[in-house]
């Protein structure tokens, strides 16, 4: 098995949507832009990831919303360099269709009072629902290494909460341990790193916005 050297979550730029919550009125979500503030952060960032894969070939899935791609399409990769492939199950977590302001602003309080990982957007999804779709998609990326000539990177251009979750899923986090931490900012990177040992471990923690509130012993 070819285990990548490193698995480098990356969130989008900012987006219209993070400058404007009003905009989720007009438009899908899946469609906002990258803001020019988005751009320019993917930019910077393209530039450390170029420097952090030097001539290595780069495996990258990439989240199906617009935000996404356009900060792919930043980073400026070779194309000689990387394998692309859009993956849906590392979209945002679905929110419903068309957004309400006001209704939104409730379900976020709903969801605050909740819990992020349980609450179920109206006609969307619930944390529980994604971190589902990223387990699927962990699966694949696991049977992706079987291949004797898998690349040493893999990069995934992905949302916020995925990342958490994806991360969750991957290190065998708690729900309070999730609940505990913040989103990335737009366009911060992860880095997965793979140990002597065999054993992948973070290049930084995600902020903790408050102490971990289990309801057991595990861990």
Not at 51 to 70: I, K, M, N, Q
Not at 197 to 205: A, E, I, K, M, Q
Request: proline share 6%.
């Amino acid at each position: 098995m070819a285990r990548p050297r490193r698995i480098v979550l990356v969130r989008h730029g900012e987006s219209e949507g993070n400058a404007d919550d009003t905009v989720y009125e007009r438009e899908p979500d899946h469609a906002l832009r990258l803001t020019e503030t988005g751009w320019r952060q993917a930019e910077e960032t393209g530039e450390r990831l170029r420097e952090l894969f030097g001539d290595e070939a780069v495996s990258v899935y990439v989240s199906p919303y617009r935000r996404t791609h356009e900060t792919l399409r930043a980073f400026r990769l070779p194309p000689e360099q990387v394998r692309v492939r859009e993956e849906p199950r590392l979209r945002e977590q679905d929110w419903g269709n068309w957004q309400d302001r006001e209704d939104v602003r409730l379900q976020k309080a709903y969801r605050d009072a909740y819990g992020h990982f349980f609450y179920r957007f109206a006609q969307g999804e619930s944390g529980a629902d994604v971190y589902d779709r990223v387990g699927a998609f962990l699966e694949s990326l696991y049977r992706s290494f079987e291949a004797p000539d898998h690349p040493p990177n893999v990069l995934l251009v992905t949302h916020g909460l995925t990342m958490r979750l994806f991360c969750m899923r991957w290190f065998h986090w708690t729900v309070a341990d999730f609940e505990s931490l913040s989103n990335p900012g737009n366009a911060e990177t992860r880095v997965l790193l793979l140990d002597e040992d065999g054993r992948y471990r973070l290049d930084r923690p995600f902020e903790r916005w408050r102490t971990p509130e289990p309801y057991g012993s595990t861990g």
